[in-house]
């Protein structure tokens, strides 16, 4: 079966870093997403893109945040100067067609 | 943010039993929910979801309700077994493609 995977599973970076998390959607899946999850807290809703463009983002997506499809099969998410309060699990979806999104398994980032 | 709410943290049954987790929502705009289950570091796993024009949705042991006019939807596991044990999101979206609103979670104990 088909799944979302994730690159690393473990990020450890610095304050003031740059990140990049890495995704490959499910092949034939059009809408992609990033969402967060800080520790103790809720799933957010990050940003997601469609036809190579951001269709809808939250608050929390500033100008340090940036996404990518940079070939055909990578979705990407930057952090330009990570701060403290980035550290979470972020975790990728996709979905062909409908409202059921799938998940990857999550990129844990500890910014020290 | 509080859309979404999953008023109970935790929920202990005996395995054979039933399972019931309940979620209430807010926003009238919903049209869509979905139910994730999700393992210590995994990913959210699509378990089912309901359409607003719907009531009622059944999926082998997995059955979800929804009651529009208490903005309040529940998840009926039937028989509960052990390996059910994880933390469940409900989840709601008020467009196709849109983002997912999730609530906090309830953490499902099956006990043998």
Known sequence: EPEVTQTPSHQVTQMGQEVILRCVPISNHLYFYWYRQILGQKVEFLVSFYNNEISEKSEIFDDQFSVERPDGSNFTLKIRSTKLEDSAMYFCASTPDSYEQYFGPGTRLTVT | ?112
């Open chain 2, 1 to 112: 943010d509080q859309q979404v709410k999953q008023n109970s943290p935790s929920l202990s049954v005996q395995e054979g039993r039933i399972s019931i987790l309940n979620c209430d929502y807010t926003n009238s705009m919903f049209d869509y929910f979905l139910w994730y289950k999700k393992y210590p570091a995994e990913g959210p796993t699509f378990l089912i979801s309901i359409s607003s024009i719907k009531d009622k949705n059944e999926d082998g042991r997995f059955t979800v309700f929804l009651n529009k006019s208490a903005k309040h939807l529940s998840l009926h596991i039937v028989p509960s077994q052990p390996g059910d044990s994880a933390v469940y999101f409900c989840a709601a979206s008020g467009t196709s493609y849109g983002k997912l609103t999730f609530g906090q979670g309830t953490i499902l104990t099956v006990h043998p």
